[in-house]
């Protein structure tokens, strides 16, 4: 029999280490136990999943993991895909033929509390959405049922968002880390701000209407027991496709008038803020790459998502021979361009000055198959749990920022968010 979550899907038995499997996930790596029941199939709406199969996938096994489970949340994501017959170990090997029989890819999903705790730095402010995993990789497999219809829509409610942080608080924390540019402790640090909403009814499709707002590259939703996360970011954090690697960095915004486009391509702050990014990237990518072929394409082009203007560059790279799908994400998460430089010491900060965990923000979510890994990086991102509908949001600081500024980009990057979860 199915177990159906608050949110009217399909929910699925946790993996857990007490299983017989390796280490952190479950031996059971077929259909039984996960889709025995031969009912209709619920969509499939990962942000980057194949757009031909989302109407013919089931869900086959799911891995769970938190950073109080232990161990590698990147090894683990490499070892349950080859045990359920999705190797990842070398990505420069060219994709297999796809078929519509047997395993499709998997959705992977790395919080950005993961993606530190990859990089060594600490992770140790409260977490708002504690239910969220940390780590959700799930493998699907087609199937050739009827998927669901859509059911009658609930009545929607969605209150008043409360901040994790006041514009005092977060433009305090602007001024630390200038002063910690002035120390010479980083270059750039980014800043999140957290807020929470309570809610009334079913948030799947509000949060299902984040992925059709403009320039959502990475539109989609993925749900668990007791939570679900809606993306609609326009930032890859790390696409590969037959060995080759590229990231594609967002710094800079600007409102997207024409004076406003006028204004990010001339802004010397802007300008090198970005570029200071691009060579994190640059640098990220170098350690999993072929030796001298890194290389930047369309430096700070400028690309629209919604009511603003952004600055979007393009690093590409051949991977290094036997690249694994564990090495990439140690390599790239968590993104240069929500942490700063050095990154180390950007994440010591952030965790010293963010009052809240950054949750589903930040982090990784995309699509992954043996010869393609496809992520993206969860900015204008919204998550749900059981009461509180959740938003980030913030941005690059440097030496030149202006700490009211800053507050109202963060500001200008979450409304359009907010107004698709009311419904606006």
Known sequence: MRKVGPYGVETLPKVCAADSGPAGYAADSGPAGYAADSGPAALVDVPAAPAACRGAL?????????????GDPAALAEEFLAAHGLPLHDL??????HHDTGACGAALYLSAA????????????????PVLPDLTVVVYDHRRTPVTPPRPPSAWWLGAWTESWTPRQHADAVTCVRAAIGRGDVYQTNLVGHAAAPY?????????RLGALPGARYGGV???????????????????????????PIKGTRPATAAGRTELLAS???RAEHIMI??????????????????????????????LWQAESTVRAAAADGLGLADLLRATCPGGSVTGAPKHAALAQINALE?????????????VAPGRVDLGLTIRTAAADTELLHTWAGGGITWDSDADAEVAEAAAKTAPIRATLAGR
């Not at 420069?92 to 033929?97: E, I, L, V």
């Not at 027991?225 to 080759?244: K, M, N, Q, R, Y």
């Not at 009052?355 to 699509?367: C, I, K, Q, T």
Request: proline share 8%; with cysteine.
């Open 278 to 307: 691009v060579d994190l990237e640059r640098n990220d990518l170098a350690r999993i790459a072929r030796t001298g072929t890194v290389r930047v394409d369309d430096l700070f082009a400028v690309r629209r998502w919604c009511d």
């Open 92 to 97: 420069t090997r060219p994709a297999p033929t």
């Open 222 to 248: 993925l749900t668990g027991d007791g939570w679900a996360i809606g993306c609609a970011s326009p930032e890859t954090l790390v696409e590969v496709s037959d060995g080759h690697l590229i990231t594609r």
């Open 200 to 208: 009334t009814g079913d948030p799947l499709p509000a949060l299902s």
């Open 355 to 367: 009052p809240v965990g950054r949750g589903a923000s930040m982090g990784a979510l995309g699509w």
């Open 268 to 270: 010397a702050k802007e």
């Open 114 to 129: 993961a993606g530190a705790l990859l990089a060594g730095a600490p992770t140790t402010a409260p977490e708002p959405a």
């Open 58 to 70: 089931t869900e086959r096994a799911r891995l769970q993991w938190r950073l109080g489970d232990g």
